[in-house]
């Protein structure tokens, strides 16, 4: 350049015209340049605006948006490739504004993605037929653990028992020594009960059957009492067809003046007869229980086999659906009642029991197994 600087300044015409010549074209080409990047700009001003403005409520529309602006080939792409036409000083303030328009593009394809789909999803869905007949709701049943015990109440309600509930979690004075348990029982030891705390002033432990709650019913009420005791028990035993860890029980309380054994009889007999049917036949067979005295299990005609003899029944014909017995006098005074002055009866049975026996279902296990299949039987 500074060769041809020095021979412009030579005074010559000749040189004095290449030197005009060669400054008004550079000033020309500059120009150019500067007119170039102001419709650049302007173009990308336009653009921005035309992005914002389109519309697109189907996936031909947004296609179209997509290929024009942000595709290989579309508007974004060819400005970036004019990028080489700009000065060297100017491309910073051009790239600037061409990332700018990248992301108006880009946040306009994502909008316009999300309002195609939305209405894509609202057509896919088939319109409602005013004319068909309405589909009803599937309702459930209920679970035959709660229908038996709400028939269970229903039946003593209507003879004068009353409901009676206390906590799951007990102490052992009403769990075990209240009831005259022996301090070397066998329920008191950890392979049959589920304890909670052990420690020489008061062991805690989930209750192993409601018989707590008629300590408790029998310490805050004085007589006459006659109410029944609901709710879930716990016991240390394996899982089985015909046992479980846990399983409700219900338990009925007598108490007043004058009650006997004749008066346990008639109660149960009367239950049997509502529960299971007129036909069914209760015997009483002796037993031993520490909070009665003296005691008797009750057992039904076996439901499965009518008294023929089955695997159910242990081919005796007979089922055992509870235990029961006069109050013993020993209870009686740990809960403060005369023993003298008053007598009175309990009975306890599973509720899981009688509903295998009414049901005639074998496996205590499809109680709490949730299954829909065996659920809507009932």
């Given at each position: 350049?500074?060769?041809?600087?020095?021979?412009?300044?030579?005074?010559?015409?000749?040189?004095?015209?290449?030197?005009?010549?060669?400054?008004?074209?550079?000033?020309?080409?500059?120009?150019?340049?500067?007119?170039?990047?102001?419709?650049?700009?302007?173009?990308?001003?336009?653009?921005?605006?035309?992005?914002?403005?389109?519309?697109?409520?189907?996936?031909?529309?947004?296609?179209?948006?997509?290929?024009?602006?942000?595709?290989?080939?579309?508007?974004?792409?060819?400005?970036?490739?004019?990028?080489k036409n700009i000065a060297a000083e100017q491309r910073k303030a051009f790239g600037i504004e061409l990332n700018r328009l990248k992301e108006v593009a880009q946040d306009k394809f994502k909008e316009l993605s999300e309002t195609v789909e939305a209405k894509t999803q609202v057509s896919s869905s088939k319109p409602n037929d005013l004319t068909l007949p309405p589909v009803p709701y599937a309702l459930g049943s209920i679970h035959p653990l709660v229908q038996t015990r709400a028939r269970i109440v229903e039946i003593f309600e209507r003879i004068g028992f009353t409901q009676s509930e206390a906590t799951e979690i007990?102490?052992?004075?009403?769990?075990?020594?209240?009831?005259?348990?022996?301090?070397?029982?066998?329920?008191?030891?950890?392979?049959?009960?589920?304890?909670?705390?052990?420690?020489?002033?008061?062991?805690?432990?989930?209750?192993?059957?409601?018989?707590?709650?008629?300590?408790?019913?029998?310490?805050?009420?004085?007589?006459?009492?006659?109410?029944?005791?609901?709710?879930?028990?716990?016991?240390?035993?394996?899982?089985?067809?015909?046992?479980?860890?846990?399983?409700?029980?219900?338990?009925?309380?007598?108490?007043?003046?004058?009650?006997?054994?004749?008066?346990?009889?008639?109660?149960?007999?009367?239950?049997?007869?509502?529960?299971?049917?007129?036909?069914?036949?209760?015997?009483?067979?002796?037993?031993?229980?520490?909070?009665?005295?003296?005691?008797?299990?009750?057992?039904?005609?076996?439901?499965?086999?009518?008294?023929?003899?089955?695997?159910?029944?242990?081919?005796?014909?007979?089922?055992?659906?509870?235990?029961?017995?006069?109050?013993?006098?020993?209870?009686?005074?740990?809960?403060?009642?005369?023993?003298?002055?008053?007598?009175?009866?309990?009975?306890?049975?599973?509720?899981?029991?009688?509903?295998?026996?009414?049901?005639?279902?074998?496996?205590?296990?499809?109680?709490?197994?949730?299954?829909?299949?065996?659920?809507?039987?009932?």
């Amino acid at each position: 350049m500074a060769k041809y600087k020095a021979y412009f300044y030579k005074k010559d015409d000749i040189g004095l015209l290449f030197y005009d010549i060669f400054f008004n074209l550079r000033f020309e080409s500059n120009t150019s340049k500067d007119k170039s990047m102001q419709e650049q700009l302007s173009q990308i001003n336009q653009i921005i605006a035309e992005i914002k403005d389109f519309q697109a409520d189907t996936k031909d529309k947004l296609e179209t948006f997509k290929s024009k602006y942000i595709g290989k080939k579309g508007e974004v792409a060819s400005l970036f490739e004019q990028m080489k036409n700009i000065a060297a000083e100017q491309r910073k303030a051009f790239g600037i504004e061409l990332n700018r328009l990248k992301e108006v593009a880009q946040d306009k394809f994502k909008e316009l993605s999300e309002t195609v789909e939305a209405k894509t999803q609202v057509s896919s869905s088939k319109p409602n037929d005013l004319t068909l007949p309405p589909v009803p709701y599937a309702l459930g049943s209920i679970h035959p653990l709660v229908q038996t015990r709400a028939r269970i109440v229903e039946i003593f309600e209507r003879i004068g028992f009353t409901q009676s509930e206390a906590t799951e979690i007990e102490d052992d004075y009403h769990n075990f020594t209240a009831l005259n348990f022996p301090p070397n029982h066998p329920a008191r030891e950890m392979q049959d009960t589920f304890f909670i705390e052990k420690n020489q002033t008061s062991d805690m432990l989930l209750r192993t059957h409601t018989s707590s709650v008629q300590i408790r019913l029998m310490q805050q009420q004085k007589p006459p009492i006659r109410s029944l005791m609901i709710g879930r028990v716990y016991r240390n035993e394996a899982i089985s067809a015909r046992a479980h860890c846990l399983f409700h029980q219900v338990e009925g309380l007598y108490v007043d003046e004058n009650v006997g054994f004749a008066d346990l009889k008639q109660t149960l007999y009367h239950f049997a007869k509502e529960l299971f049917g007129k036909d069914i036949k209760v015997r009483y067979r002796p037993s031993y229980f520490p909070f009665t005295e003296p005691s008797a299990e009750i057992d039904i005609t076996c439901l499965i086999c009518k008294g023929k003899g089955c695997n159910v029944c242990k081919y005796s014909g007979w089922v055992e659906i509870a235990g029961s017995g006069m109050v013993h006098p020993n209870v009686l005074e740990n809960c403060g009642i005369d023993s003298e002055k008053y007598t009175g009866f309990a009975f306890g049975m599973g509720i899981e029991r009688i509903t295998m026996l009414k049901y005639q279902i074998k496996d205590l296990r499809l109680f709490t197994e949730n299954d829909v299949r065996f659920l809507r039987q009932f």
